[in-house]
């Protein structure tokens, strides 16, 4: 079990400021995330697009804004737990357990919670049957390529992740890829590529088919996929990744004992605390009178639920609220000189 002053649920830009506020009060916070990255609602649903209302930034796109403050949070050095889902949540006296979908278990006196619209998940192939197969031979993400090493690898999907993948593993693994479109979304580049590869007989492309069925009787063997014009094809699989895109759940956060309102949670305004001591919830799924869904007041909301986590994680030390320009030991925890 991992020791923490507070455990924050979500990277999005929320949940990375709340790691700058706590940390520039000297505490401790790791971050977990159901993505395989920071950046939340910024990076998966806009990277591209420019932001305009972020104070002294003019202009800056999603992606931008997520790197920055990435580097701005660098000091800390703090531990990120990427695709793990925030599943369990119980009370330990003074203490809360935080148990991970990768059944990793942290405790601390807070839990901030910067859950956005809920945790990133992927889309998953409706199939009878693909259940039994799930997280043996289907797969919804790489974590580690090694593991996808000599494999017979169906990939379905047409964007950027069904191609990057294609293109990747088709370095050392047998690729079919299959989408149910002729037309690909992905990058036109990455597509020239994989076309060359079809041409040299080093990876198969199969289209505008669906998956049809499964067949093996421990592990995957083969899958049957069905063309528009009805012909079926078998094709020899062992590891089927998919990649149809994400939806967003708010998941297990509804099942916790928190005030609900709709899909967000009921707190107050004055330190973000939720109707249980010591949970803590700032960014899109806080709600209060007047809140606005922006970026700069879950900025403001995480300034502030930082001072009551500070309270509870040094119970015997005063809080003093210090400038970054003029404090000594907050320039320390920054590495400044
Ligand atoms: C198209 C678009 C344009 C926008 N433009 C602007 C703009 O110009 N200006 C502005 O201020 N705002 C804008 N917004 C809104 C802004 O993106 C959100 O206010 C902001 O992303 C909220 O940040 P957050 O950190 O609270 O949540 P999110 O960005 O939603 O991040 C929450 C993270 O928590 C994770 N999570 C949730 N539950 C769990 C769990 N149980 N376990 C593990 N992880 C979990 C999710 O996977 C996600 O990564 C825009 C939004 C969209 C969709």
Not at 230 to 258: C, H, N, Q, R, Y
Not at 285 to 310: D, N, R
Request: proline share 4%; hydrophobic share 35%.
């Amino acid at each position: 079990m991992k020791k923490t002053d507070v455990v924050i649920i979500g990277a999005g830009p929320v949940g990375l400021f709340a790691v700058h506020q706590l940390g520039i009060k000297g505490l401790k916070a790791v971050v977990i995330d159901n993505l395989d990255k920071a950046g939340g609602q910024c990076i998966e649903l806009y990277p591209d697009k420019p932001i305009y209302d972020i104070p002294s930034v003019p202009e800056c796109t999603g992606e931008e804004l997520t790197k920055n403050l990435l580097e701005q949070i660098k000091p800390f050095k703090t531990e990120f737990f990427y695709n793990e889902r925030v599943d369990e949540i119980k009370q330990d006296k003074d203490n809360w357990i935080v148990k991970t979908s990768n059944n990793n278990e942290f405790t601390a006196p807070s839990i901030l919670i910067a859950g956005g619209v809920g945790s990133f998940e992927p889309r998953k192939l409706s199939n009878k049957d693909t259940g039994r197969y799930e997280g043996k031979s289907i797969f919804y993400a790489v974590k580690n390529k090694e593991e996808f090493k000599n494999k017979n690898i169906s990939i379905f999907g047409g964007g950027d992740s069904a191609l990057d993948w294609a293109l990747e593993l088709s370095k050392f693994s047998k690729i079919t890829l299959i989408h149910r479109r002729n037309e690909f979304r992905g990058a036109p580049h990455t597509l020239s590529e994989i076309k060359k590869l079809e041409n040299e007989g080093k990876i198969s492309i199969k289209t505008p088919c669906q998956l049809e069925s499964l067949e093996g009787v421990k592990n995957l063997e083969s899958i049957l996929i069905k063309f528009d014009d009805g012909k079926t094809e078998k094709i020899k699989t062992d590891t089927i990744l998919s990649f149809f895109g994400l939806v967003m759940k708010l998941g297990p956060i509804a099942e916790w004992g928190l005030n609900m309102n709709k899909k967000t949670i009921e707190v107050n305004s004055e330190n973000f605390e939720t109707n249980k001591k010591g949970i803590f919830a700032a960014g899109d799924i806080c709600s209060y009178p007047g809140k606005l869904k922006l970026i700069l007041s879950g900025f403001h909301e995480v300034a502030l639920a930082s001072v009551e986590c500070f309270k509870r994680a040094r119970p015997n030390e005063k809080y003093r609220f210090e400038f970054t320009t003029s404090s000594k030991s907050i320039q320390d925890r920054l590495g400044k000189k």
